[in-house]
């Protein structure tokens, strides 16, 4: 086939640490590394490997935490992940690492 398109939904903490995050930000740093190092290995069999950084998305991961932040400033789960499929499905466009935030910062 010599095609095709691997993605990895990291999160804004693979590009940087946040306070009181240390072992979520270890685990999406080495994803970021892990994702840079096949991009690499998998380039020459013609597969594209995207890592999608997003910063606050309403996904539920905050339901159960004592002090949760208020997410209705955050982004839509089904909106992400129709721009994650597009972004995957072109063929015009062949980028590496996406880092999407919300428009309010909180």
């Known amino acids: 086939q010599k095609s095709g398109t691997i993605v ?14 240390t072992m979520y930000s270890t685990m999406k740093f080495g994803l970021t590394g892990f994702s840079q190092s096949l991009r690499q290995e998998a380039k020459k069999y013609g597969i594209r490997v995207l890592s999608i950084h997003p910063g606050g998305v309403n996904t539920g991961l905050y339901d159960n935490l004592k002090n949760k932040p208020d997410v209705n400033q955050y982004m839509d789960p089904k909106k992400m992940a129709e721009m994650i499929v597009y972004l995957s499905e072109t063929s015009e466009l062949s980028p590496d690492e996406i880092s999407i935030s919300r428009t309010t910062k909180i």
């Open 8 to 21: 990895f939904i990291n999160s804004a903490a693979g590009k940087q640490g946040y306070p009181n995050h």
